[in-house]
């Protein structure tokens, strides 16, 4: 809800997900499949008007149909192109029509609020029958809908982001992380969205882009119209439109602090991650693309603790191949040696999809056919990022690990298949690392549990914090609805990555975090506490962590674990993590507000 403050501004609250401060006119960009339109009531005169919108959003959505049909067969050929004999059969279904003029003259509600609802009808009951045929009616049918909404609201969904002409900000209901990824960073100067939370990937991705960022807004695409001048708070998590003088001003000092603080930050960036009592802590970065590498450096960071490397197959109509993916390693891992580089094996799935893989939508994604069990599936596209990695592997120190594994089966068929392809390029005389390292991700909570038997097959772990607490937790790490939910302190949490820790100290494996976690200076000392010797956060973070870290005793993390782990509540928890590192480093958490 937007808040007046002072005169003529109105303020609206998010969640802050990437830090900085920019200013800037509003881009509001459409959601492909349209979000849910709020109904407008309309007067009896204006029924004419609504309904000849409807009329002439049927026709323009129609020959929008007709190009991207005629456009694709001259590309793939007419048999790909007839698919889109479906969508046009739903512009023309006459009984849909019926209902939706009738919606309009009989309830007096605007044409894209009685589309949406007899479409989401059909939608619906086609989804509800078990039948494949229908089941893919119903995606034809939303696809349409949203081409349909996309006309009688006049949103841009076809806008190229990395062609943009002028700098602005963009909002919008959902961005996608490939959307995200395609961002020109000197023209996006920030983006919020209506839902969306702290762990989703497009939130990840803006912070590791250092775009501010803000979502979980509610309806704040749909109230604030393009070209709104508006400033965009990513540490506090809020719109400010229109502001004031005084506003700006208050922000001007806001950002002055911070920049005091980055040149404070900077002096200990050459320094050695080891806390003041003398106990070395291996603090690495998290990357999404090879050209993150010069971030990296930059940070401080000794090496990579985990390579999304999901983002080499995203935005692209083909997969990569495998020299191209030689290619990326290869220049990560040069770059950075000796400094070690974590590349996960792809995780596709959740929230990172591609269009062109035609995977079937699912019910819940996050539990679905992803990551490493997408691979095992999908051998060969698995064979080709494993022959990749193993070729790279000889140059700088590569490690890698497998996402999303739930057990010793899943690790077992894994580590088999690599062990195959290590035969294959061994028989080509092709050379690898014959003692490459292979590490398991824990962020599922069977893992986690089963934490002792994997240690004996791997050099390492890395917790997956973001999915270990929504899994954990049954809370979905996209939905800004149960955001309050997702509490990273639940005693449930610390129980499970102290039992990880633990587990891998047994057998000698050591344990590092690779999610968000990892990247909150609040909860340094409290993992480290736990156990864990290794952290992998957003370049951006880095700074600050190794900053938090070298203020530190080991004894006093360890002191902060013991209490969280004899400790019931979440929020207590937080507060004593609170406290410690306000005390250890005061500077960090200090002048944030405006
Ligand atoms: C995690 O789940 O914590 C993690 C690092 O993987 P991702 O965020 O890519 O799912
Ligand atoms: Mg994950």
């Given amino acids: 809800m937007p808040e007046p403050v002072r005169a003529g501004e109105r303020i609206f609250r998010g969640i802050p997900v990437s830090p900085g401060v920019c200013r800037g006119k509003i881009l509001v960009l459409g959601k492909p499949n349209g979000d849910v339109l ?141 959307q995200t990824a395609q961002m020109d960073k000197k023209m996006v100067l920030g983006f919020a969205t209506d839902i969306g939370s702290r762990t989703s990937h497009t939130a990840i991705m803006a912070r590791s882009m250092r775009i501010p960022a803000v979502v979980g807004l509610h309806h704040a695409s749909h109230e604030i119209p393009s070209g709104t001048y508006v400033l965009l708070d990513g540490f506090n998590g809020q719109i400010v439109v229109n502001p004031t003088d005084q506003t700006l001003f208050e922000y001007g000092q806001l950002v002055k602090k911070r920049v005091s603080l980055e040149e404070k930050l900077r002096d200990t960036i050459d320094k050695p991650t080891v806390t003041l009592d003398g106990i070395p802590v291996i603090l690495s970065a998290n990357v999404e693309q090879a050209s993150d590498t010069e971030a990296v450096l930059a940070s401080g960071a000794e090496g990579v603790g985990l390579f999304r490397t999901e983002y080499l197959y995203i935005n692209r109509e083909v997969l990569p191949n495998e020299e ?177 820790a633990d587990a891998g100290a047994k057998h000698g494996v050591w344990t590092g975090v690779c999610g968000e976690m990892a990247g909150d200076p609040v909860l340094t000392p409290l993992l480290l506490g736990l156990g864990v010797t290794e952290l992998s956060a957003a370049p951006g973070a880095v700074p600050q962590i190794k900053y938090l870290i070298r203020r530190l005793k080991m004894t006093e993390a360890r002191e902060l674990a013991d209490f969280a782990l004899n400790c019931e509540s979440a929020g207590e928890i937080l507060a004593r993590c609170k406290k410690l590192t306000a005390q250890v480093a005061p500077s960090l958490f200090e002048n944030l507000a405006p």
């Fill in 38 to 178: 709020p109904r407008t009531e309309i007067l009896e005169e204006e029924i004419p008007v609504e309904l000849k919108r409807f009329e002439q959003a049927l026709v323009d959505t129609r020959h929008q149909v007709l190009e991207v049909q005629r456009q694709l067969s001259e590309g793939l050929g007419a048999n790909d192109a007839a698919i889109f004999d479906a969508h046009l059969l739903v512009l023309e279904d006459p009984t849909l029509i019926d209902e939706v003029n009738r919606l309009i003259r009989e309830q007096k509600v605007g044409a894209g609020y009685a589309f949406q609802q007899v479409v989401e009808k059909y939608i619906k009951t086609l989804s509800s029958i078990g039948d494949d045929y229908l089941r893919e009616r119903a995606t034809d049918m939303r696809d349409v809908a949203g081409r349909m909404l996309d006309n009688l609201v006049g949103r841009e969904t076809n806008l190229d982001l990395r062609n943009l002409t002028e700098p602005c900000i963009i909002i919008s209901y959902d961005l996608t992380p490939s």
């Fill in 324 to 500: 191209e993916q030689f290619q990326a390693y290869f220049q990560v891992a040069d770059a950075l040696k000796p400094s070690p580089v974590i590349i996960r094996t792809l995780d596709l799935g959740g929230d990172k999809f591609l269009s062109h893989l035609n995977v079937p939508q699912e019910m819940n994604p996050f539990l679905g056919w992803r990551a490493i069990r997408f691979c095992l599936q999908e051998r060969e596209i698995f064979r080709v990022q494993l022959r990749a990695i193993l070729r790279a592997s000889v140059v700088g120190n590569i490690k890698m690990m497998y996402p999303m594994i739930s057990g010793l089966d899943e690790l077992n068929q894994a580590n088999a298949l690599l062990e195959e392809f290590k035969g294959e390029l061994r028989k080509e005389g092709v050379p690898f690392d014959e003692n490459l390292e292979v590490g398991a991700m824990i962020e599922i909570p069977s893992a986690a549990i089963a934490a002792d038997s994997l240690a004996r097959r791997v050099k390492f772990f890395s917790v997956g914090t973001n999915d270990l607490i929504q899994y954990s937790l049954a809370v979905d790490r996209l939905n800004e609805r149960i955001a309050h939910l997702y509490e990273p302190t639940h005693p449930a949490i610390i129980r499970l990555i102290k039992m990880t």
